[in-house]
């Protein structure tokens, strides 16, 4: 399987049922989805959880929080400086 750039937002996607689940009057929260999707997931008929598992695109990992972080870094580096010029 190929991997694919770390475009996929799980918060995205998490928003996107929290709208449809509130759309059908029910409200819920993200811990309820991922505890929903977890049971759904444990439900299924072992070969279809092997296919959906192997028909899932690859996700390279830590490029985006690392691209992140150093950009919080940066911002706080920049906060701290400015404090220290206008508030000595």
Not at 50 to 66: A, C, D, H, Q, S
Request: charged share 25%; net charge positive; no cysteine.
């Amino acid at each position: 399987m190929r991997e694919i750039a770390a475009m996929f937002s799980l918060g995205q996607l998490i928003q996107d049922i929290r709208t449809k689940s509130f759309k059908m009057g029910v409200e819920t929260n993200k811990s309820e989805i991922v505890r929903a999707g977890l049971r759904a997931l444990m439900d299924l008929p072992d070969a279809k959880l092997v296919g959906l598992l192997k028909f899932l695109p690859k996700i390279k990992t830590g490029r985006i929080v690392e691209k992140k972080l150093n950009s919080l870094i940066v911002i706080v580096k920049y906060i701290k400086q400015f404090h220290l010029k206008y508030h000595q």
